[in-house]
């Protein structure tokens, strides 16, 4: 059974920084393209950034240059750093592992993230 499960979230002020961290089990991590995701309140859930199974990686507008993505293949752990966090960064965050082909997709429980003024 495959698990992704999220920490590192909390409460930060503007231009503060988080370390979120998502442990993944049950599936070969390193086929895996690895990426994050949120939702902020009456909103979609938005790509936030990625990295692929041979370590390139992908930033929305939003975050390029504050958000760095990576991963630690022998832990099975993607992590992404947020800098200069700004409070249109609350929301709740989410890991995603994604093969590639249908019905291989999968995601964590969410972490919450929130960042006052």
């Known amino acids: 059974q495959v698990q992704l499960v999220e920490s590192g979230g909390g409460d930060v002020q503007a231009g503060g920084s988080l370390r979120l961290s998502c442990a993944a089990s049950g599936l070969t991590f390193n086929n895996y393209n690895m990426a994050w995701y949120r939702q902020a309140p009456g909103k979609e859930r938005e790509l936030v950034a990625v990295?692929?199974?041979?370590?390139?990686?992908n930033y929305a507008d939003s975050v390029k240059g504050r958000f760095t993505i990576s991963r630690e293949n022998a832990k099975n752990t993607v992590y992404l750093q947020m800098n200069s966090l700004k409070p249109e960064d609350t929301a709740v965050y989410y890991c995603?592992?994604?093969?590639?082909?249908?019905?291989?997709?999968?995601w964590g429980q969410g972490t919450q993230v929130t960042v006052s003024s």
């Open positions: 995603n592992a994604n093969f590639g082909i249908p019905g291989y997709d999968y």
């Open positions: 990295i692929t199974s041979g370590g390139s990686t």
